[in-house]
């Protein structure tokens, strides 16, 4: 297939559980308007999903993770895939609506803007619970409350729906490989490659919530449990973000954030949604904890990483 929005996108896989998933996504890469010109899949060390993948998924470029095991190092083989001016990136458990790769592409009119983003729905398959905060979306990798509404420009957006200048991408060395996701634990690999591509170009990144994605939500990650540990490990990887880009303001949206959290809580009690309320809470708290424990015991565990 050839289109002519001068766009790849790469989608990273690692599960033959998520087949399904990673067929829709593909698909609906392919449904664009105008449709990008070559859709990259990388399967992340996995022979036996690589071979499937390359047997039924015609059209698609198919190619192994080259680098470390992760979604960081799958997303930089599949930029390096490409020869396109502008990169998409799609996870393996999202769709795309129509018009979310034009809606990704539009702002780069602006010579200005290094990357974009667009809004993500979350998919719950077991229906959302009645106490998750709009404003902790971002728990399951969904566009939250506070986020802007129309086109605007933003510090970062999210690797699961986001579109970036081939060259600058390349420039920075892309994504950190290694900050990503870690077995249970995550870390802001996405934030960080927005820092670092800003900081090097001068220039800004823009979300526009015209370009949605729907992204799963499986069961496992809509109890409460997960909530907190969720919340935690943003604490930790915020830090360590922090660590790794200091001068850049790195945690200046944080802050913002933060500070407009007890407005949420009275909003949520007054609108008759204790359980909100006291998620919000739940959530800040563990999120302070995972920030406190990665500011005391942080450099001590990652010294001994680099060790080991």
């Not at 979300?207 to 540990?229: C, E, K, M, Q, W």
């Amino acid at each position: 297939m050839t289109g002519t929005a001068g766009a790849s996108v790469v989608i990273p896989c690692y599960s033959d559980r998520r087949w399904d998933q990673l067929v829709a996504a593909v698909g609906s890469a392919w449904a664009q308007t105008p449709p990008p010109d070559r859709v990259v899949v990388v399967v992340d060390h996995n022979d036996r999903l690589l071979e499937r993948a390359c047997r039924e998924l015609p059209g698609a470029a198919v190619v192994a993770n080259d680098s470390a095991r992760g979604a960081s190092g799958a997303r930089n083989t599949g930029v390096r895939h490409t020869d396109t001016a502008f990169i998409a990136l799609l996870d393996d458990d999202t769709t795309a609506h129509p018009g979310w790769l034009a809606g990704l592409l539009a702002p780069f009119a602006d010579p200005a803007v290094v990357g974009t983003g667009g809004a993500i729905n979350p998919a719950w398959h077991r229906g959302r619970p009645a106490w998750f905060p709009d404003e902790f979306l971002w728990v399951v990798g969904a566009s939250y409350r506070g986020m802007p509404t129309t086109s605007a420009p933003v510090r970062n957006v999210w690797s699961e729906s986001m579109a970036v200048r081939r060259d600058a991408f390349l420039a920075v060395g892309g994504f950190r490989v290694g900050f990503g996701k870690l077995g249970e634990r995550a870390r802001p690999e996405d934030t960080d490659l927005c820092i670092r591509m800003s900081a090097a170009s001068g220039g800004h990144w823009v979300y526009n919530p015209a370009a949605v994605i729907d992204h799963i939500v499986p069961a496992a990650r809509s109890t409460f449990g997960f909530f907190l540990a969720r919340s935690v490990s943003e604490g930790r990887g915020k830090i360590e973000m922090a660590r790794l880009n200091k001068g850049r303001q790195s945690l200046g949206d944080e802050q913002g954030y933060v500070r407009d959290l007890p407005r949420a809580v009275l909003r949520n009690t007054r609108d008759g949604r204790p359980g909100r309320a006291l998620a919000l809470i739940a959530g800040l708290t563990a999120a302070g904890a995972g920030a406190g424990y990665e500011l005391v015991f942080g450099s001590r565990n990652n010294s001994e990483e680099v060790a080991a």
